[in-house]
């Protein structure tokens, strides 16, 4: 019922920069949609979340440095990484909140060198 595919992952120094999109499929109405991360030994982290209306909440890890932003019309989510850091290596997932459920993309890897 919904198709999310993320795209923009890739290896870059410390200090560099990375843009990620998310294109969300659907003819239902999505409510909100945003970014989680998940490192290899480590729990799935919330990076940052976006609102139809805008309103967005950061992880402390990545605030300051991750910038979130939507396309509503075009149900797509964008997250712009600068000064990545080697903690920021993960695949990165898009997510998309739906009245009838949530849902998530096959991620991408991002990887982050010093």
């Known amino acids: 019922q919904v198709q999310l595919v993320e795209s923009g992952g890739g290896s870059v120094q410390a200090g560099g920069s990375l843009r990620l999109s998310c294109a969300a499929s659907?003819?239902?109405?999505?409510?909100?949609m945003g970014w989680y991360r998940r490192a290899p030994g480590k729990q799935r982290e919330l990076v940052a979340h976006?609102?139809?209306?805008?309103?967005?909440n950061y992880a402390d890890s990545v605030k300051g440095r991750f910038t979130i932003s939507r396309d509503n019309a075009k149900n797509t989510v964008f997250l712009q990484m600068n000064s990545l850091k080697a903690e920021d290596t993960a695949v990165y997932y898009c997510?998309?909140?739906?009245?009838?459920?949530?849902?998530w993309g096959q991620g991408t890897q991002v990887t982050v060198s010093s």
């Open positions: 997510y998309a909140y739906l009245t009838l459920g949530n849902y």
């Open positions: 659907t003819v239902f109405s999505i409510n909100a």
């Open positions: 976006i609102t139809n209306g805008g309103m967005t």
